[in-house]
């Protein structure tokens, strides 16, 4: 059974930090494209980043790029968001998600205000 747990989300000021955590189960972790997504409140699921399978390369959206970076560690089975300089607009639920596999995790929410 593939399972995604995000975890590490919470409220802060604009111009912080949190990094988030994804930990997956029930698929050979190390062979697929993992990607991190966002919905904010009354808007639809957008892309936030991308990496390959041993990340080796990592892709963004055009609204983080240069503030987020994502990573994974494959001898944990985790993929991570680091997000800095945090801004209002960067409030909602964070998803992580394989290419490979039609499941999401339960998200973890990221609420960034002053």
């Known amino acids: 059974q593939v399972q995604l747990v995000e975890s590490g989300g919470g409220l802060v000021q604009p111009g912080g930090s949190l990094r988030l955590s994804c930990e997956a189960s029930?698929?050979?972790?190390?062979?697929?494209?993992m990607y991190w997504y966002r919905q904010a409140p009354g808007k639809e699921r957008e892309w936030v980043a991308h990496?390959?399978?041993?990340?080796?390369?990592?892709y963004y959206s055009d609204s983080v790029k240069g503030r987020f970076s994502i990573s994974r560690d494959n001898a944990k089975n985790t993929v991570y968001l680091q997000m800095n300089s945090l801004k209002s607009e960067d409030t909602g639920a964070y998803y992580c998600k394989s290419a490979s596999h039609a499941v999401w995790g339960q998200g973890t929410q990221v609420t960034v205000s002053s």
């Open positions: 029930g698929f050979t972790f190390s062979r697929v494209y």
């Open positions: 990496i390959t399978p041993i990340g080796d390369s990592t």
